[in-house]
């Protein structure tokens, strides 16, 4: 069971060039024709989601969850992507992001920061620490936290299916938030 915070963790979020809303059951053959590209897990714990039946229950996680998104290019209409809020801790007045990926063809466009920055913009408004789990071996994704002003808190093994992968966690706050890469875009928060 999903314990949902006191305020809303699927907003329709609209950027200049993306628009987040909450992901459909509807949006499965869409997220999984992105998702079925290889090339998008190669460096995460899990290289075999691009498979459908692995990619199955990814997908039916991120339904529980009620916290996900579809991704959507604001120009073509298309899912181009998917990614989550979850785990909200009350009491840390912490949230996760993450379950991210996009189609290749939006890797070093912008848009991934585009994303974080209107997600950072209206979570911020309810918690004080974001939190980014990531795949240790995983340097494009810890990069990129590390470009938004996280910081390394914790180092450790993860299990999951039966699998135990390396991950680290990164927590940001606004205030480092506003020192990293998306500063201008959350000087509004």
Do not use: C
């Not at 006191?6 to 509807?26: C, K, S, W």
């Not at 290889?38 to 990619?55: G, L, Q, T």
């Not at 093994?157 to 992968?165: C, D, E, N, S």
């Amino acid at each position: 069971m999903v314990t949902l915070p006191p305020f809303d963790i699927q907003p329709v979020l609209m950027g200049e060039r993306v628009m987040l809303r909450p992901l459909l059951a509807a949006d499965y053959d869409a997220l999984y024709a992105v998702a079925s590209d290889p090339e998008i897990w190669a460096m995460h714990p899990f290289r075999d989601r691009y498979k459908r039946e692995v990619f199955d229950g990814f997908f039916a996680d991120a339904m529980a969850s009620r916290g996900a998104f579809a991704i959507l290019d604001r120009a073509t209409d298309e899912i181009i992507g998917g990614t989550r809020f979850a785990s909200y801790d009350p009491i840390t007045e912490e949230i996760e992001i993450g379950w991210t990926f996009f189609a290749t063809a939006y890797w070093r466009t912008g848009i991934n920061r585009e994303v974080k920055a209107l997600m950072l913009r209206h979570i911020f408004q309810f918690v004080r620490i974001v939190v980014f789990q990531v795949g240790a071996d995983n340097f494009r994704s810890r990069t990129a936290v590390e470009r938004l002003g996280g910081k390394l808190v914790l180092e450790y093994k993860r299990h999951h299916g039966g699998q135990v992968h390396d991950y680290t966690s990164y927590h940001l706050t606004r205030e480092d938030a506003l020192s990293g890469a998306l500063a201008t875009a959350l000087q509004r928060v």
